[in-house]
């Protein structure tokens, strides 16, 4: 079985910063690629990114190339996603996920997901 917790959200001014983690509870931690999306209050849950499981290779959804980073640790069994500039639009609940196959953008391509973290950005 593998657990996911998210960690590092809270309520931070446009512009600000803020890293979230996500440590994820698995044997095979390394041999994962990992996602990140979010769902903010009355949409859809989008994709964010996700990273290969050695962490050379990462992929963003165009809207946040630039701006958010994600990155792994896989001694410390954990995925981070650095966001910068920080802006209103940016708040919703942030979820981790591992990725099984697929299409990295798709919610349907990951099988273990987190119970999110809440990003609340203030203008």
């Known amino acids: 079985q593998v657990h996911l917790v998210e960690s590092g959200g809270g309520l931070v001014q446009a512009g600000a910063s803020l890293r979230i983690s996500c440590a994820v509870s698995a044997h095979t931690f390394s041999s994962y690629a990992l996602g990140w999306f979010r769902q903010a209050p009355g949409k859809e849950r989008d994709w964010v990114a996700t990273i290969d499981w050695s962490g050379t290779d990462t992929f963003y959804a165009d809207s946040l190339k630039g701006r958010f980073t994600i990155s792994r640790d896989n001694a410390e069994k954990t995925v981070y996603l650095q966001m910068n500039t920080l802006r209103p639009e940016d708040t919703a609940v942030y979820y981790c996920?591992?990725?099984?196959?697929?299409?990295?953008?798709?919610?349907?391509?990951?099988?273990?997901w987190g119970q999110g973290t809440q990003v609340t950005v203030s203008s």
């Open positions: 996920a591992t990725y099984r196959d697929g299409t990295y953008s798709e919610m349907s391509s990951y099988d273990y």
